[in-house]
């Protein structure tokens, strides 16, 4: 029966912070609307359109913070040169050579396929 009774108080803790954010969120709403009727059409045109511009201006920041990132990652970062932060050593693996550069056994085979 104890896990029970915990599981069970477990669920009405759960189910009271449900109910206290929601009777914050419906609050919240609440005192939004009364803002919004007490202003007058014209504050509230200019308010929409400056949240507009607002919105514009973080949409272009994003745009050319992510432009410059991908920049970054494609011209600036050679994982040769720098180190590996989590462990603190080079990229050894990176530096390896290719073992399969001229190693092509289709290339040196006859033409199996097509006889002339």
């Not at 009727?37 to 607002?54: P, V």
């Not at 600036?76 to 050579?97: A, D, G, M, S």
């Amino acid at each position: 029966m104890g896990v029970k009774d915990f599981l069970q108080r477990l669920k009405e803790n759960r189910n009271k912070k449900k109910e206290l954010l929601n009777q914050a969120l419906e609050q919240d709403r609440v005192q939004k609307l009364v803002e919004e009727r007490k202003k007058s059409s014209n504050e509230r045109e200019l308010e929409k359109f400056m949240e507009e511009e607002r919105q514009e201006k973080i949409k272009g920041a994003l745009k050319d913070f992510r432009e410059k990132r991908k920049k970054d990652i494609a011209l600036n970062h050679n994982p040769l040169n720098i180190p590996n932060i989590t462990r603190k050593t080079q990229w050894e693996v990176l530096k390896e050579p290719n073992l399969f550069t001229g190693r092509s056994t289709i290339d040196k085979q006859k033409n199996l396929f097509f006889k002339y």
